[in-house]
């Protein structure tokens, strides 16, 4: 199906099952613990072995030489596989460094070889045992130290944009700021660890894995292996959890591959957790420069956003200044990004990637902006609110209610309650609220899907679409059971193998909409075959209550499916419509915060998100999906930092005790809220994306929060007590 023009009314909009508040279908077998997770996978005609794996202890050089025989003598032991044993292997297409294979160390705990034994602990034992000899090269691992040698990156990422004269302008401007922010190196700290199982048949490789992305992986292991990826099976029913961090081929899965194959048995393995913040990826730091000047009654007249991140050679740039492009009017604008190249483990996409680092900078600074012009921050960024792409203003966005976020919320919250900063007290706290704008593009992808009829009356959906813990099951089966007018009940949904249909999968906030509109798709083919077989006319069919109608003759879907069952298959392509239309997601995000005044100590005491993303498909789900942003905000604002020892190109604090991320049991209220809207620009679902939308401009919320608080401006993440203590109010 190809979606190349605005959605009009269709089947979704009976809204009988979609945009109901549906319990997860897949509720009871998490619950339960009879979700199986990639680690978990068991068939008990198999015996499984244990692989752990065995990481670099340099971040840059080359190995000469892997001792194994120790290891390979220890009790259990069933085999060991080194990165010199396989030799050079093509690097699959969308990782920056090579997982395995070779000599050349790119960063640090890139694995170098994976121990395999009858048990983990066996396993884990032996991998002490290897001896690995290496020639160790000079790495640049600080960011601030590389930025005067960082480079423009790729044209593909649109490092650069200007429109009308920002110096000028700027120059200009009677009311201006200046100011650097900067945002540290984060971990995807995701609850299940990256982890997979091998099994091969002959030359067939099948493996049970974590990932957010089953065709991207499946085509990066054949690549990987150098075989055919007709010849590989991947399975991901259900994940614990990725964030980005397993959207791409991770080693787990290569190392299982090559270890099940040299001992001819299904092996298990698990990355230990420094493994995933040093192997895998992360978010790289910025270092971002914002200028906006404005007239005196608070028009912006000249913005500029400028940012710096690192990576390794080949990778790419946080783009932490996309939002800046389209959030806010003014005339004369001016965007860039540098990539410095260093040998930390691969930068890449984490929660949000670019905007959620971006507006944790920009959304400061608009702060400070109003503050100076001595307006409402609400009030002053309704004023430069617009409806068209400020870059290119002949296109329009094709749903945006940024102010209607910022107008309702303020209601809800009690903003005319905002005191002066560093006015408000309660005992020792200090009190002070907070505001940001909320921002992030509705992206789409082809996806396809499958659903079967049968003569019981049954639905079943087939799509490689993962879920993440996202909800992506039971959205699924509400589109389904729309379309084919059943209950949810009578809907059957598989996910997560590549046998099935290639689909959206999950990441940067287009996994809903796209793998839904991927259902619809093949659900009208599905509609289409029904009233063919039956011999009505499919322009007038209606579906409903388990029977297909046709003027006064009405048939049930069992009947009509008869023994063999039919099936619809299609795919959802997408036109033009992202080009003629810019389509975004709005909201606005506002925190409350006290301050204790003797020790600087934050604690959140509520939180408040409205959000404008289209339809809401399921707002059980879609509030889960929030809230959990919302506190990944509160990590990025106050505790989530990976500390580089810039002397040896590693994150120090690499596991969950060094690592600080807060849960839900560290806010005491958070609250969600929709605006009731749809977008037929976006998908015939009329929805966008939410999950990452929850999360852009939280951190700079409470910052402002924060501010509000306690009159200290902090622009460097996290922000912990000892960058406000020493300029706290003098204790009374």
Known sequence: MQFDKPATTNPIDQLKVVGKPVHRIDGELKTTGRAMYAYEWHDPGLRYAYGYPVGSAFAKGQITSIDSAAAKKAPGVLGVVTTLDVGDLQKGKLNTAKLFGGSEIQHYHQAVAVV????????????????????????????????????????????????????????????????????????????????????????????????????????????????????????????????????????????????????????????????????????????????????????????????????????????????????YAGENRMTAMKLATLDLPEGNAMRAPGEAPGLMALEIAVDEMAEKLGMDPIEFRIKNDTQVDPENPERPFSHRDLIGCLKLGAEQFGWDQRARPA????????????????????????????????????????????????????????????????????????????????????????????????????????????????????????????????????????????????????????????????????????????????????????????????????????????????????GGALSEELAVDTRHGFFVNHDLAGYEVPVHADIPRQQVIFMDETDPYSSPMKAKGVGELGLCGVSAAIANAIYNATGVRVRDYPITLDKLIGDLPDVA
């Not at 997601?585 to 959000?611: K, Q, S």
């Open 116 to 327: 395999v034994a009858e048990t983990f602990e066996q396993a884990r034992a032996a991998a002490a045992l290897i001896r690995v000899d290496y020639v160790r090269e000079k790495g640049a691992f600080d960011l601030k130290a590389a930025m005067t040698n960082a480079e423009t990156p790729d044209p593909s990422t649109e490092p650069e944009s200007s429109a009308g004269d920002f110096r000028a302008a700027f120059a200009a401007a009677p009311v201006a700021i200046d100011a650097e922010y900067t945002t540290p190196d984060q971990s995807h700290a995701m609850m299940e660890p990256h982890a997979s199982i091998a099994a091969w048949n002959g030359d067939e490789v099948t493996v049970w894995t974590s990932s957010q992305m089953i065709d991207w992986w499946r085509s990066d292991l054949a690549i990987t292996l150098g075989m055919d990826k007709e010849k590989v099976h991947l399975m991901s029913p259900f994940i614990g959890g990725g964030f980005g961090g397993k959207l791409f081929l991770r080693v787990d899965a290569v190392l299982a591959a090559f270890a099940a194959k040299a001992i001819g048995r299904p092996v298990k393995v698990a990355l230990p957790r420094p493994m995933i913040s040093n192997n895998t990826t992360h978010r790289p730091a910025t270092v971002q420069r914002i200028r906006i000047g404005a007239e005196r009654d608070g028009k912006i007249t000249a913005i500029a956003h400028e940012s710096w991140s690192g990576d390794l050679r080949g990778g790419g740039p946080e783009t932490a200044v996309m939002q800046t492009r389209l959030l």
């Open 423 to 634: 006015t408000r007290r309660e005992g020792n706290w200090m009190i002070g609220m907070g505001v940001a704008a909320a921002f992030r593009n509705n992206l789409v992808m082809p996806s396809g899907a499958r659903v079967r009829l049968d003569q019981d009356g049954v639905v079943t959906v087939e799509t490689d679409m993962t879920d993440i813990g996202t909800g992506s099951y039971t959205i699924i089966a509400q589109t389904a059971a729309e379309m084919m007018g059943v209950g949810v009940d009578k809907v059957a949904v598989q996910l997560g193998d590549s046998r099935f249909p290639v689909s959206a999968g999950s990441g940067g906030q287009f996994g809903a909409n796209s793998a839904t509109s991927g259902v619809y798709a093949a659900c009208v083919k599905l509609r289409d075959a029904v009233a063919s077989k039956l011999g009505f006319n499919s322009a007038d069919v209606v579906f409903e209550n388990g029977e297909v109608r046709s003027g006064n003759r009405a048939v049930a879907l069992a009947e009509a499916a008869g023994h063999g069952g039919l099936v619809g298959e299609d795919t959802i392509e997408w036109g033009d419509l992202t080009e003629t239309h810019q389509q975004s997601t709005f909201g606005g995000h506002f925190v409350e915060v006290g301050v204790d005044i003797a020790t600087g100590e934050t604690r959140i005491r509520r939180m408040l998100a409205v959000c404008a993303a289209g339809r809401i498909l399921n707002p059980i789900t879609a509030r889960s999906q929030v809230i959990g942003a919302m506190t990944m905000g509160a």
